[in-house]
């Protein structure tokens, strides 16, 4: 028995929940936000360098690209506008096996992600390697749409998203933590979702 007003009428936390960060809301479906307009860049248009500073490593065209390992990876997604997608399914390049193909360890303890339209972020090495990332080619079994970042976009799925740089064309080793894009407008420069990392100055 219950006594009267001793029942909260709470739910108890759900597997779901537990996966939810702080701030977050669950989306069923796929918001499209860009920095400016969506480029529309052909897959024999398509190159992907390796660069260390200014140096190119090595480049990729996409067939050469498309050559190499291919992984799938189902994971989260975390918006920095506060939604969270469960399960997407990638399928792509870890960083891992394009520098093994590189035949290169990481040089540097930052990168800066690189775009076609201009669009840049940094990330910790460290946040690229070890499975933690890949350039993803495909989405749900299919090329990965222009508005979603086709035909390769950068997946950093334990960051916010707006890390996962759409559009990308390369990654630069750096030896410094250099701000990107978002970054220099006020955006935090690691961006953990479960820290609530947002903005300059959140903890």
Same mark, same amino acid.
Request: with cysteine; hydrophobic share 35%; charged share 20%.
């Given at each position: 028995m219950v006594t009267r007003g001793f029942s909260s009428g709470r739910k108890p936390p759900?597997?779901? +929940?537990?996966r939810i960060p702080p701030g977050q809301y669950l989306e069923q479906g796929f918001p499209?936000?860009?920095?400016?307009? @969506?480029?529309?860049? %052909?897959?024999e248009e398509w190159s992907f360098t390796l660069k260390h500073g200014p140096r190119p490593i090595k480049k990729w065209n996409w067939t050469e690209f498309n050559a190499l390992p291919?992984? *799938?990876?189902t994971r989260d997604i975390h918006? /920095?506008?506060?939604? @969270?997608? &469960?399960?997407?399914?990638?399928?792509?390049v870890l960083v891992d096996d394009i520098l093994a193909d590189a035949g290169i360890e990481p040089l540097s303890p930052f990168t800066l992600a690189l775009s076609f339209d $201009? =669009?840049?972020?940094?990330?910790? @090495?460290? +946040?690229?390697t070890a499975g933690k990332a890949m350039v993803a080619l495909l989405y749900e079994g299919k090329p990965i749409t222009p508005d979603h970042g086709g035909?390769? %976009?950068?997946? /950093?799925?334990?960051?916010y998203f707006w890390k996962s740089a759409k559009w990308l064309n390369g #990654?630069? &080793?750096?030896?410094r933590d250099e701000?990107? &894009?978002?970054? #220099? %407008?006020?955006?935090?420069? =690691? $961006? +953990?979702?479960? *820290?609530?990392?947002r903005y300059t100055g959140d903890p």
């Open positions: 759900t597997d779901a +929940d537990a499209v936000l860009s920095a400016g307009p @969506t480029p529309h860049v %052909r897959a291919l992984t *799938r990876m918006c /920095v506008t506060a939604w @969270t997608k &469960f399960d997407t399914a990638w399928q792509g $201009g =669009y840049t972020t940094n990330v910790p @090495t460290k +946040d690229l035909p390769a %976009r950068l997946l /950093v799925p334990h960051l #990654l630069q &080793f750096t030896e701000p990107g &894009f978002w970054e #220099l %407008r006020g955006y935090h420069i =690691y $961006g +953990d979702p479960w *820290r609530e990392q």
